[in-house]
């Protein structure tokens, strides 16, 4: 069955550790993710973007394959379905849908409208049981054709839309989506740990997990983020174990062109790469 966000990042906040949320893509991705959390006693988020969803048949197919997945592959471990950077349209279709939290970026609005538009999401999302993840600042790197400017975003501004009841808070601090460029200043953590300093026990989200250098993960987890979010590097996985095993031939031995065996590789390398971040957030034997 699955869960809202609420519990897995109360107890993360609290036992200094993070949940990792991992975009989902198609079967072999949900597939690949649910198993490695079972395998680790590990509580799990599985994101889906706007442009994930089109491409998987909508959010209704998403549910659908989620909810078989969990009961078919008998998995016990605690799985949220969240939407990842929703429009107000998005999220209110997912939560239609039986996504059991969602995400509303609201932060390419003046934050008058931000706070409005979220304020009215928490009060439906309380009243199924749903979390909800706000953003403040917008997260820098392109998501879905959006390009942000690598935002640091104003504690003050953080502090009124976590004071809203929202579960858990997206603020740039100069994380972005895709791989880093060489001369990435990395992150602020004088605005990450201001913003924690002024918003308490609320569960703080890392967006643009990809390439973050394990210390600076560490640290950021110690200032309160205890959601972190990874995309990139499960498709550079994917890519580079699917490149590989044609590169090789194998797709033309035997039936090597079988689709079950041409993913195989690349679906094993997602597993070693979701395994990784979650030893690397602590959420290990954390279910
Ligand atoms: P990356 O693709 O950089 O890992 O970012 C993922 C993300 O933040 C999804 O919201």
Not at 162 to 167: C, K, P, Q, R, Y
Request: proline share 3%.
């Amino acid at each position: 069955m699955l869960v809202s966000a609420k519990e897995m990042l109360t107890k993360a906040k609290a036992g200094k550790y993070a949940v990792g949320q991992f975009n989902i893509n198609n079967l072999e991705w949900t597939k690949a993710i649910l198993q490695t959390a079972q395998e680790l006693n590990s509580p799990v988020i599985l994101g889906v973007s706007e442009g994930a969803g089109k491409y998987m048949c909508g959010y209704t197919t998403i549910v659908g394959m989620v909810n078989g997945m969990i009961n078919e592959l008998g998995i016990t471990v605690p799985v949220a379905l969240h939407l990842d950077h929703g429009s107000y349209e998005g999220a209110m279709k997912c939560i239609e849908a039986g996504f059991s939290s969602v995400m509303f970026d609201g932060s390419h609005y003046p934050i008058e409208e931000n706070l409005a538009k979220t304020k009215e999401l928490v009060e439906i999302c309380n009243s199924k049981g749903l979390s909800l993840e706000a953003e403040v600042g917008a997260i820098g790197g392109e998501e879905d054709g959006v390009v942000g400017s690598g935002e640091v975003a104003d504690p003050e501004e953080c502090k009124m839309i976590a004071d809203l009841g929202v579960t858990m808070l997206a603020a740039g601090i100069g994380n972005i989506h895709g791989k880093y460029p060489a001369n990435w200043a990395g992150l602020s953590f004088e605005t990450l740990d201001g913003i924690q300093q002024l918003t308490g026990d609320m569960p703080l989200v890392l967006h643009g997990g990809t390439g973050i250098p394990a210390d600076m993960i560490k640290k950021a987890i110690s200032l309160g983020v205890s959601k972190i979010n990874v995309n990139t590097e499960c498709q550079l996985a994917f890519a580079e174990a699917t490149r590989k095993y044609i590169e090789a031939g194998k797709d033309l031995e035997g039936k090597g062109f079988d689709p079950r065996k041409l993913l195989a590789d690349g679906t094993a390398a997602i597993k070693a790469t979701v395994k990784e971040k979650m030893e690397l957030f602590g959420s290990v034997d954390k279910a």
